[in-house]
C-alpha cells in the first residue's frame, strides 16, 4: 500500500510500505476512515527532533475493523471504531485511575496516515460504535482520537468549573479544542490568547468571551486587567515553549490549575518561583482513552463540531502539501482523505 513516510526535515514521502499484519493476538487491523496531520508531527519534520531513519507517520485514526487477532473480545470486523493515539490495554492500575496514557504496556500509534493501520492492545484501546456513523461527522469522531481528547484532558487537569475563568495559551488546533472543552463544561468566561484573525473567530465560535492578542508581559498585563488583577482559576497551556509556560504560569491565580499539553521543548523552570507562585501543574500526554466513550456521544447527538479545526482537506496522496500547509501556518489543520 502506499502512506506516509517521514525521511528528515521536510521530507514526506507518500511511498510503498507493507501491508499491516496481525503480529500479536491482541492486535486488529483497521481500515481508517480519514486520518489527519498532528503539529506534534511538525516537531521531527521541522528537524527539531531526532529521527533514527525514515519514521511511518500518523498517530490520530478511526476507521472500520477488518481483522482481529484471536486474543480480541471487544472489537470485532465490520465494527467502526475510534482509538486513542496512546494505546493501553485499560486493565492497569495507571489505567483504572483514568491515567491509560501512563499504561504500563503503553505504546504510541504511528503509522496511521495510511489506508490501513494495525492498532496493538485493541481490547483496551478501541471504542466501537452501535452504528456505522454518517460520512459528516467523520471529522469530528477523527478529533476525538488525539486533539479534541487533548484540549479536553487540559481543561479536565486545569479543573474548569462551571462559572471558572479560564486563560487557554494556545490557538493551534489543540488551544482551539480546550476552548469547545472549557465551554462544554461551563466555564463563564474563556480568554483566548491569539495573534490570528481565522483562529480567533473559530475560538470565538467554540465559546471562547475574549480574545488577547498580545504576549509576554503585555499580554500578561492584559489578562491581570481582564480578571480585575486576579489571574484566572484554570489556565490550559497548548504550546510548550517557554514563552507560552510562562505565559500561563503569570496568568494563574493563586491556588489555580494548570493543564499543560504542549508538548514542552526547552521548557525549564525555577523551584522558588513555582513555590511562590502556589499554583498546581497536571499534564503529559492526554488519556484521551478515558474520554472517548462521551465525547464520541457528544459528536454522534451533534451537541459538539470539534471537525470544524480541519481547514484543509486532501486526499492522503498529497499528504506533503498538507504538512508544508501547517509548517506555513496556511492551515490549522489538515484532514487526509483515505
Ligand atoms: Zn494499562
Not at 309 to 319: C, G, I, N, R
Request: aromatic share 6%.
Amino acid at each position: 500500500m502506499l502512506a506516509t513516510v517521514l525521511h528528515g526535515p521536510r521530507d514526506v514521502r507518500y511511498e510503498h510500505v507493507d501491508e499491516p499484519k496481525i503480529l500479536k493476538p491482541t492486535d486488529a487491523i483497521i481500515k481508517l476512515s480519514a486520518t489527519c496531520i498532528c503539529g506534534s508531527d511538525l516537531w521531527p519534520y521541522r528537524g527539531l527532533q531526532p529521527m533514527n531513519g525514515p519514521a511511518r507517520m500518523g498517530h490520530e485514526y478511526c476507521g472500520v475493523v477488518v481483522e482481529v487477532g484471536s486474543e480480541v473480545k471487544t472489537v470485532k470486523p465490520g465494527q467502526f471504531v475510534v482509538g486513542s493515539f496512546c494505546l493501553s490495554d485499560n486493565t492497569c492500575p495507571h489505567c483504572s485511575y483514568g491515567f491509560q496514557s501512563s499504561c504500563v504496556q503503553r505504546e504510541f500509534m504511528s503509522g496511521a496516515q495510511a489506508p490501513y493501520a494495525r492498532i496493538p492492545l485493541a481490547d483496551g484501546t478501541l471504542v466501537p460504535t452501535a452504528t456505522m456513523p454518517s460520512d459528516d461527522l467523520i471529522p469530528s469522531l477523527l478529533a476525538v482520537s488525539d486533539v479534541l481528547g487533548t484540549g479536553w484532558y487540559a481543561a479536565d487537569a486545569a479543573r474548569v468549573q462551571p462559572g471558572s475563568t479560564v486563560v487557554v495559551v494556545g490557538d493551534g488546533a489543540v488551544g482551539l479544542m480546550g476552548v469547545l472543552a472549557a465551554r462544554q463544561m461551563g466555564a463563564g468566561r474563556i480568554i483566548a490568547m491569539s495573534r490570528h484573525k481565522q483562529r480567533q473567530e473559530l475560538a470565538l465560535e467554540y465559546g471562547a468571551t475574549d480574545i488577547v492578542t498580545e504576549r509576554g508581559d503585555a499580554g500578561v498585563a492584559q489578562i491581570r486587567a481582564l480578571t480585575k488583577d486576579v489571574g484566572a482559576d484554570s489556565v490550559l497551556e497548548c504550546v510548550g515553549t517557554q514563552e507560552s509556560m510562562q505565559q500561563a504560569i503569570r496568568s494563574a491565580r493563586p491556588g489555580s490549575m494548570i493543564g499543560y499539553v504542549g508538548v514542552p521543548h526547552g521548557v525549564e523552570l525555577d523551584g522558588q518561583s513555582l513555590f511562590f507562585s502556589q499554583i498546581g501543574m497536571l499534564g503529559g500526554p492526554a488519556p484521551v482513552r478515558r474520554f472517548l466513550p462521551q465525547l464520541m456521544d457528544l459528536v454522534r447527538s451533534r451537541a459538539i463540531n470539534p471537525g470544524k479545526v480541519f481547514d484543509l482537506d486532501l486526499p492522503l496522496a498529497d499528504v506533503a502539501e498538507g504538512y508544508r500547509a501547517m509548517d506555513e501556518r496556511r492551515a490549522i489543520k489538515t484532514l487526509l482523505r483515505v
